[in-house]
């Protein structure tokens, strides 16, 4: 025997089913809602907190290691702690201009061609595959060919960057002559900084090799002392540039 409701009684489960399915295209709706400005501001903001948020764990580390009170083993943990985290802001910068780039464009500041998007993305893939070189392949040629490499690239970079600054600062270039273009002239100053704090700390790694066989003597400690010292002062210019680079992107006032 069949039961049939009353025809007035309510058909709840259609009401719920209703419901669900409006919950459900609106939670579609959402996600549809997400534009391309939204995943480069995104993947921008996560870049900038990865490159100077790790710099400055690498910051602390590095002023450790040059402690000659502390023992050997300590200093080395800190050395090799300073270079390991080292990895995420060179990442960080090795995407940060490609994905600047996606960023403007997607807001309407520039229109890149399809060309020269592709050319950022291989520079920027490129500088990628140098940094994992050189610490994947530590100590081998492989290595030393990545660190080079990765140097020159920068210099490209900077003369490339700088040109186009100053084109769009002066009103010739292909970014507006206003805050745009001022951020892409500094960033090209990056490079500098870069290419500098290397340099400076390169006399890091052989002096903690003869600290390990001889143990401390006051020109060795001065030798590590000056090569972190020299390179904090191109640490510091590059937090100044990087935060005034980041005010220009966000405030712009000009």
């Known amino acids: 025997r069949v039961v049939r409701a009353p025809r007035d009684a309510p058909d709840t489960g259609v009401a719920c089913d209703h419901r669900g399915t409006a919950r459900h295209r ?18 921008h903001i996560l870049l900038f907190v990865y490159w100077l948020g790790a710099d400055l764990g690498v910051f ?13 083993p300590q200093r080395s943990t800190a050395l090799q702690l300073a270079l390991k985290v080292d990895v995420a802001p060179r990442l960080s910068f090795a995407l940060m201009f490609a994905c600047g780039l996606e960023l403007a464009a997607a807001k309407g500041f520039v229109e890149p061609a399809g060309w020269q998007r592709a050319l950022a ?7 990628v595959g140098f940094v994992i070189g050189m610490v994947r392949f530590e100590g081998r040629p492989v290595a030393a060919f ?10 490209a970079l900077f ?16 970014f507006p002559a206003d805050w745009l273009g001022w951020k892409v002239l500094l960033f090209a100053l990056i490079f500098v900084c870069g290419i500098m704090i290397d340099r400076r700390f390169a006399p890091m790694a052989p002096a903690f090799a003869q600290l390990a066989a001889t143990g401390s003597t006051p020109e060795l400690e001065r030798t590590i002392t000056k090569a972190v010292d020299e ?24």
């Open 26 to 43: 609106a939670e579609l709706g959402n996600l549809t809602m997400i534009s391309a400005v939204d995943v480069w501001t995104f993947v």
């Open 60 to 72: 602390i580390a590095a002023q450790a290691a040059k402690r000659s009170t502390l023992t050997y």
């Open 121 to 127: 993305w291989a520079a920027s893939i490129a500088w």
């Open 146 to 155: 990545c660190k080079h490499a990765n140097e020159w690239l920068h210099i």
């Open 159 to 174: 003369v490339v960057f700088g040109a186009l600054g100053l084109a769009s600062v002066a009103g010739y270039g292909p």
């Open 231 to 254: 390179a904090v002062h191109w640490v510091l210019a590059l937090y100044a540039l990087v935060i005034v680079i980041a005010f220009l992107g966000t405030a712009r006032p000009f």
